[in-house]
Nanobody
Framework: QVQLVESGGGLVQPGGSLRLSCAASGSIFSIYVMGWYRQAPGKQRELVASISTSGEPRYADSVKGRFSISRDNAKNTMYLQMNSLKTEDTAIYYC??????????????WGQGTQVTVSS
């Protein structure tokens, strides 16, 4: 079973930056597509970004040019660098993993989530 643990959330002012990390257990990390979803209060959970096993990224239109996803298979860790944060980026961010093709996948394993709050 894959276990995922997020870290790096917090409170940041608009225009600021945060980097989220997701540590995965087991060697299975390298064969799964990884991704980040987020859920804001009163809204549905939505895809933020995903990354294939070879590092090909995919982004939601709302974060293109501001967020960058990466993974280090040797460290079983995935990252989400978030720049130029906006108040509408406020949400709980979830790390996940699952089988897929390139950066398209079925999220199967989920972390517990980390809160990101963008506010002045």
């Amino acid at each position: 079973q894959v276990q995922l643990v997020e870290s790096g959330g917090g409170l940041v002012q608009p225009g600021g930056s945060l980097r989220l990390s997701c540590a995965a257990s087991g060697s299975i990390f390298s064969i799964y597509v990884m991704g980040w979803y987020r859920q804001a209060p009163g809204k549905q959970r939505e895809l933020v970004a995903s990354i294939s096993t070879s590092g090909e990224p995919r982004y939601a239109d709302s974060v293109k040019g501001r967020f960058s996803i990466s993974r280090d298979n040797a460290k079983n860790t995935m990252y989400l660098q978030m720049n130029s944060l906006k108040t509408e980026d406020t949400a709980i961010y979830y790390c996940n993993a699952g089988p897929g093709f390139r950066a398209y996948y079925t999220p199967t394993y989920w972390g517990q989530g980390t809160q990101v709050t963008v506010s002045s």
